[in-house]
């Protein structure tokens, strides 16, 4: 089955540090890769995405996220947290081949809180 | 429009009563996705249209709730008989075309139903 695991429900950081979001995925061929940010009462924006080429994407807010095939993860990675990253982070899968259905499957949420 | 638009934004409704949600996606998108988004159980993907066709409605969790889109654009969810299970954060998504387009999402419309 199709499914997207994002195993820390919550992570704290300091403002400062560097933060990794894990995101592991089960799909039958390779995807397409997402990770979207909500912030409260907010929809979702695209932080990047993963679509072929280089494993290694950047993204916007300073985020980059590795995708690596052997252990189907897509990590979300940024260096420095500010306080404004304090959101909600999603990981999601979409089908890359063809097909009557495009629609994105989700891990159930990060939520990342930042300390001062 | 700028953006994928959704109204109501907020929906305060009684147990029982049908409610309907809008979604207007951006011009010349052809993809358009339901999602419902509530306490625990993440996004979840309800229903998909290309063009003014859904081929795909599985996803939908009752019979009480069905979609349609007029004219390749506007589209609405609407929820027969609502219950309290219900209550969410209802977001809708468009795109370019189907598969591996990116997705844009619309702030969504929370449904409250007491």
């Known amino acids: 089955a199709q499914s997207v695991t994002q195993p820390d429900i919550h992570i704290t950081v300091s403002e400062g540090a560097s933060l990794e979001l894990r995101c592991n995925y089960s799909?039958?061929?390779?995807?397409?890769l997402f990770w979207y940010v909500q912030s409260p009462g907010q929809g979702l924006q695209l932080l990047l995405k993963?679509?072929?080429?280089?494993?290694l994407v950047q993204g916007i807010k300073g985020f980059e996220a590795e995708f690596k095939r052997s252990q189907s993860s897509f990590n979300l990675r940024k260096p420095s947290v500010h306080w404004s990253d304090a959101a909600e982070y999603f990981c999601?899968?979409?089908?890359?081949?063809?097909?009557?259905?495009?629609?994105?499957?989700f891990g159930k949420g990060t939520k990342l809180s930042v300390k001062p | 429009g700028a953006g994928v638009s959704q109204s109501p934004s907020n929906k305060v409704t009684e147990k029982g009563k049908d409610v309907e949600l809008r979604c207007d996606p951006i011009?010349?998108?052809?993809?358009l996705y339901w999602y419902r988004q509530s306490l625990g159980q993440g996004l979840e993907f309800l229903i998909y249209?290309?063009?003014?066709?859904?081929?795909?409605k599985s996803g939908l969790p009752s019979d009480r709730f069905s979609a349609e889109r007029t004219g390749g654009s506007v589209s609405t969810l609407t929820i027969q008989r609502t219950q309290q299970e219900d209550s969410a954060v209802y977001l809708c998504?468009?795109?370019?075309?189907?598969?591996?387009?990116?997705?844009?999402f619309g702030p969504g419309t929370r449904l409250t139903v007491t």
């Open positions: 998504a468009s795109s370019l075309s189907w598969a591996g387009a990116f997705q844009y």
């Open positions: 799909y039958g061929a390779t995807p397409y």
């Open positions: 993963y679509f072929s080429g280089d494993t």
């Open positions: 999601a899968v979409g089908p890359s081949g063809g097909g009557s259905q495009g629609n994105l499957i």
């Open positions: 011009s010349g998108h052809t993809a």
């Open positions: 249209f290309q063009g003014n066709s859904a081929p795909d």
